[in-house]
């Protein structure tokens, strides 16, 4: 999870528990994954390839199929020397040239050189895809395109106006909402807080 939804902070994957959410799956499209499974763990049971066949196309996910293990067993991922000496040779890459993110509830708002101010209020989810070209690039956001060429400044910026995407030159302003925190305001940025939908009384 902490690879999916904060890809540009690990070099490489060699998850040891669990399993991923594959609505998003396509944030890990830049990152290096290592993966054992077994059709004997429940967690892979009948899924074993499930992963692998979304992310085939990006060429960075690699399985390693056991007929016998449990995602408790630990000798097979502490002696898996191969996976183990291609952990540490990965390097991070921080301006991949194509970024597929997707965020739920304004939970996550960066992705490598992505960063996202929030979703549309009373969304769940949302997809960003954008791909660069050191000449030349474009960003397409909710199906509308915009092409850069000699883009002069350092940074594209988009603002949501009047039900549309629109190239701006500068960062929205956004007001800081916060109240007063004491001493916590020293040590934090602006703070988000999320509230589910149907929340109790007591936690809205």
């Known amino acids: 999870a902490v690879a999916q939804y904060h890809p540009h902070l690990a070099a490489a994957v060699f998850p040891h528990t669990g399993y991923p959410n594959v609505e998003d799956i396509r944030n890990l499209a830049n990152v290096p994954v290592y993966q054992l499974v077994s059709p004997e763990d429940y967690i892979f049971r009948t899924r074993e390839n499930e992963v692998k066949d979304l992310l085939a196309p990006y060429g960075r996910y690699h399985q390693i199929d056991f007929q016998q293990i449990l995602h408790s067993h630990l000798p097979p991922y502490l002696q898996h020397t191969g996976i183990l000496t291609r952990m540490l040779e ?27 101010h929030g979703i549309r209020f009373g969304a769940r989810h949302a997809r960003v895809q954008a791909q660069v070209d050191p000449r030349r690039f474009d960003i397409v956001l909710d199906g509308t395109r915009f092409a850069f060429r000699d883009f002069p400044y350092t940074d594209p910026h988009f603002q949501w106006e009047d039900g549309a995407w629109r190239q701006v030159e500068h960062e929205p302003a956004l007001p800081d909402q916060r109240k007063g925190t004491g001493m916590v305001d020293v040590y ?7 509230i589910p939908k149907g929340a109790p009384r007591a936690v809205a």
């Open 90 to 116: 990965a390097r991070r890459n921080l301006y991949p040239d194509r970024i597929d993110f997707g965020t739920q509830r304004n939970r996550h708002d960066r992705a490598y050189w992505l960063r996202l």
């Open 188 to 194: 934090t940025g602006s703070m988000r807080v999320v």
